[in-house]
């Protein structure tokens, strides 16, 4: 007999991980008293770069945090111009709009929902100052071809990876590939820390001026308080409240270490998902180039009839979701473009199903089935 809806357990679109050693050194963070920016940070930042090869992560309080410190370390400001996709959450569009520069939308390829360099070379004027290619759903943009042209135009290139912690390009992490890299650890990353985020920097001085301009641009490490009881600094350059606490880095770094079983396991659902949707009428599996490897915070597709596709899934417990629409429509962008022929094709069909490590064998049975049932 087929088990009714509410007899069949719902599956979860997000899962939010939070491992035993996480609870553990949150606890022993909240019993030292000492819950602001310290040791605890550190050795998260550690561990990112020892366990996970990011390149001088500089933890911060938030993805948005990250990347809006990129843009006022690269200098951008008013009257200059920033390109990024419109497939994106607007914090990549807001940032640039906080240093009072112009966000230009470039087009994205349909086929992965990434930036398309030709797009980009389009829209490089003498006013642009920095491109931010955004990683959409785990999956790498083409970043030699825009490291190449940011390099031939004096570009600065800021990767927004809020989706691809442990994604690689031709071999490297993400991170280490372009000037700056920003991540998020909020709730439903694969990796949070309750809410933050690392902003990467190829360069090392970048890393310091980063390390200072997130704690209002005093030099943490190197000022010491004077007899007065008060630190002494200099503040040379507009600095931001945008460190991470102790508390928030204890469940990161908690939850760091079996991030690598979790992303294999991310990565195995997503195989057999390629596996078992191909050749679907209705139903695209995006592009996955072999010098490359997938973060798979998202599992997306493009369908046909997304609506009926959903409501076919809800019946059976399971659950879709875009996750974000293309930003462009935002009033506070300017409204929506009608240059973007590839993000408009992507728009209309883009849909992504439940990939974590939450799910069971028979979830993903289940996911297989229905959509292999048609809708
Ligand atoms: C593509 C993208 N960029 C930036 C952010 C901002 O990250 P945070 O929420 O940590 O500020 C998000 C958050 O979901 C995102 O999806």
Request: charged share 20%; with cysteine; proline share 5%.
């Amino acid at each position: 007999m087929k088990a009714s809806v509410a007899e069949t357990q719902a599956i979860s679109f997000f899962h939010t991980h939070i491992s035993p050693s996480a609870v553990e050194l949150a606890t022993q963070v909240l019993q030292s008293g000492w819950i602001s920016e310290g040791v605890m940070v550190k050795r998260f930042e550690s561990a990112l770069s020892e366990r996970l090869g990011l390149r001088n992560p500089v933890a911060v309080n938030s993805g948005t945090s990250a990347l809006h410190l990129a843009l006022a370390l690269v200098g951008v400001g008013p009257g200059d111009e920033v390109i990024l996709p419109a497939q994106t959450f607007v914090a990549t569009g807001l940032v640039i709009l906080m240093q009072r520069a112009t966000p230009v939308f470039a087009d994205i390829d349909p086929m992965t929902g990434n930036l398309a360099p030709a797009s980009i070379a389009e829209r490089i004027s003498p006013r642009t100052k920095a491109v931010i290619p955004v990683h959409w759903a785990g999956y790498p943009c083409d970043m030699d071809e825009i490291n190449e042209l940011a390099a031939r135009h004096g570009l600065a290139v800021v990767e927004d990876a809020a989706h691809a912690l442990g994604a690689t390009y031709k071999g490297r992490p993400v991170s280490s590939i372009s000037r700056f890299t920003a991540f998020s650890f909020q709730a439903i990353k694969h990796l949070t820390t309750g809410d933050g985020g690392a902003l990467c920097c190829l360069d090392e001085a970048d890393a310091r001026a980063a390390f200072s301009r997130r704690w209002f641009g005093i030099d943490r490490p190197n000022s010491r308080p004077s007899i007065l009881g008060e630190r002494e600094y200099d503040i040379d350059a507009l600095g931001y409240k945008y460190h991470m606490n102790d508390l928030a880095a204890a469940v990161g770094l908690g939850n760091l270490e079996d991030f690598p079983q979790r992303l294999a396991r991310r990565q195995q659902i997503a195989s057999h998902y390629r596996k078992h949707l191909e050749n679907i009428p209705g139903l695209q599996l995006l592009r996955l180039d072999d010098d490359r490897t997938h973060a798979y915070w998202l599992f997306t597709v493009l369908v046909e009839r997304r609506e009926d596709f959903i409501r076919k899934l809800a019946g059976n417990g399971i659950p879709a979701s875009v996750v974000h629409l293309r930003i462009d429509h935002n009033s506070v962008f300017g409204g929506l473009r009608g240059d973007l022929s590839g993000q408009e094709a992507f728009n209309q069909c883009q849909l992504a199903i439940p990939v974590h490590e939450g799910l069971s064998a028979e979830d993903t049975h289940r996911i297989i089935t229905t959509i292999r049932s048609g809708w």
